[in-house]
Nanobody, 114 residues
Framework: QVQLVESGGGLVQPGGSLRLSCVAS????????IDWFRQAPGKEREFVAR????????YYADSVKGRFTISRDNAKNTVYLQMNSLKPEDTGVYYC???????WGQGTQVTVSS
């Protein structure tokens, strides 16, 4: 099992940036696929980005491609989500997850509003 703790959310104006962090414990992330999801009010949880350890590849939802970047620091057992050019529709609770272990963090709120 792995425990995940997100941080870095907050209130930002449209066009602004935030960097979310996901610190893992109980398991090294160097051999783990880590995903970011988000859930907007009244909507289902949706996939945002993936960091694949095996190939080093990253994957993004079309809605965030070119604006968000997922990265990892294996030495710190931490995965990041750099979010640029934020839009109001990016508002929601952001979760990191190791989906093949059904491990989820508690989430961090991101609000994009003027």
């Amino acid at each position: 099992q792995v425990q995940l703790v997100e941080s870095g959310g907050g209130l930002v104006q449209p066009g602004g940036s935030l960097r979310l962090s996901c610190v893992a414990s109980g398991r090294t992330i160097s051999t783990t696929i880590i995903d970011w999801f988000r859930q907007a009010p009244g909507k289902e949880r949706e996939f945002v980005a993936r960091s694949s350890w095996r190939s080093g590849s990253t994957y993004y939802a079309d809605s965030v491609k070119g604006r968000f970047t997922i990265s990892r620091d294996n030495a710190k057992n931490t995965v990041y989500l750099q979010m640029n050019s934020l839009k109001p529709e990016d508002t929601g609770v952001y979760y990191c997850a190791v989906t093949n272990l059904n491990s989820w963090g508690q989430g961090t709120q991101v609000t994009v509003s003027s």
